[in-house]
């Protein structure tokens, strides 16, 4: 059993490292599968349907598709605010919480000392989250006025190429956006016992690679 403030610091940096590699993994399989991931298909699907867009002038298709994506990404940003005041009204009651939170926690005053700084990675995974959100909306934003560009009236630097670069990115900040989501679950359980948080992490790694990776049929066929 994990006690004491090292123990609590070892499997917070037991966490990060496991984040970390599987990081490492998904990098390093996509250099031998460039489609491996879901969002590496989506970007290949991202960058084709920008040039289909363009070309076909279907500005119509292009702004509801794009405001679909601006309505998602606005609703999971006003999540995590909402998120971000609920852990700020915890903070206001840590010496009652922090023990009774802690499930393993007879270490009392041991907790009480570590309840602040859970709560602050708590609170930065919101922000990174909210962030990363409102940055996706705001280049979602850009797109829908780049895409709509007549063909006789492209600048040189609004092409379709330039273009899906800029959706892409936009959908980038969204995925990061997700896996800060994700990275709250074992934070939350962090709140109970150092134990929890390191269960959270194993299981939420082996559920992420089932959802990161592409299909394996639709993998095989770009490799």
Not at 34 to 48: C, D, K
């Amino acid at each position: 059993m994990l006690s004491g403030l090292n123990g609590e610091w070892l499997s917070l940096l037991t966490c990060a490292a496991m984040i970390m590699a599987y990081q490492f993994f998904l990098a390093a399989k996509l250099k031998s599968k460039p489609t491996y991931t879901i969002q590496a298909v989506n970007r290949l699907a991202r960058t084709a349907w920008v040039e289909y867009i363009m070309s076909e002038q279907l500005d119509i298709l292009a702004i509801q598709t794009l405001r679909n994506s601006t309505m998602a990404a606005t609703f999971l940003a006003s999540t995590a605010v909402l998120l971000i005041i609920g852990v700020l009204n915890l903070s206001g009651q840590s010496n009652n919480l922090s023990t009774t939170w802690h499930i393993f926690g007879s270490h009392g005053a041991t907790v009480a000392e570590m309840w602040s700084f859970k709560l602050l990675f708590l609170l930065i995974d919101l922000f990174v989250a909210f962030f990363c959100f409102s940055m996706s909306i705001r280049i979602y934003t850009h797109v829908g006025y780049m895409i709509n560009v007549p063909v006789n009236q492209r600048h040189h630097a609004i092409t379709p190429q330039h273009v899906a670069a800029h959706l892409n990115r936009a959908g980038l900040f969204y995925s990061w956006g997700n896996r800060a989501y994700y990275y709250f679950v074992p934070l939350v359980f962090w709140l109970f016992s150092a134990e929890f948080m390191v269960l959270a992490t194993v299981l939420l790694l082996w559920v992420l690679y089932f959802l990161d990776r592409a299909p394996q049929l639709l993998a095989d066929d770009y490799v």
